[in-house]
Each structure stands twice: as structure tokens, then as C-alpha cells.
């Protein structure tokens, strides 16, 4: 199996640039990738990336996707299975985390305050 991310060792990230909203997601959720690229039209490959989401703002639908997602609330709080309206759900605060194999269903999400999520996405090796 190849890896497509680089050797990076620590540096200072630049939370302020950088930052675009991902296709399908309100303008309200922005990602910065660290590192990799996750190749969905062939279903291979990997990235590291931060997602932030403002407050206020949440999503309507679930997600489904292909692919393994491992993701840890850093900062702010995070509800997940919130309705079309943004309201009810379970709420989440730091240092808390998921791991969602392909296939599984979750979210819609709501941040009230804001939050700041770690995430790590990646296809099972062929």
C-alpha cells in the first residue's frame, strides 16, 4: 500500500489562511488539509485535515461516505443528530471522538458555539 501524505515534521499551522468550504457542505464549514488526498472517484488514499464549524451553524441531511473517517472535537461543542431545523440531538464537548467505518450513517451536526474538529479519512488498502 502507498501512502500519499509527505514527511512533515512540527511546524506552526496558519489557523488564520487557507481554509475552503467543502463541496456539499453550507458555507458555515470550512476544512484546511494537512496532509494526503483522498481520491473518492477511485476509492484510495488518505488525508489529515481540520474542519471547522461557525456558530449557529448546522447541516440538514446525514452523511454516508466510502470511506473510514476517524474524527476528534478539539474545541467548541458539537451536536450530532440534530433536525432539519438545526434543533434537539446530542451535544459534545472537547476532547471527545469518533471512528465510522464506510457505509455508516451520522449527523446532521449543529455548533452553537462554534468547534474546531480533527479528522483523519481513509479507504481500506485493495
Known sequence: MTVNKTHDEFYTLDLEG??????????GIQ?????????????RGSRTRLL???PSVFTTQPFVHDYWEEVFLVAGDLTV?????????????PFTYAC???GAQHGPFRSDRGCLLY??????PP
Not at 487557507?18 to 458555507?27: D, I, K, Q, R
Not at 479528522?119 to 481500506?124: A, F, L, N, T, V
Open 18 to 27: 487557507g481554509w475552503e468550504v467543502p463541496a456539499g457542505y453550507p458555507s
Open 31 to 43: 476544512q484546511k488539509i494537512l496532509s494526503g488526498f483522498l481520491d473518492e472517484a477511485h476509492k
Open 52 to 54: 471547522r464549524i461557525g
Open 81 to 93: 443528530g440534530n433536525d432539519a431545523n438545526g434543533r434537539g440531538g446530542t451535544r459534545f464537548e
Open 100 to 102: 465510522r467505518p464506510p
Open 119 to 124: 479528522e483523519i479519512h481513509y479507504y481500506d
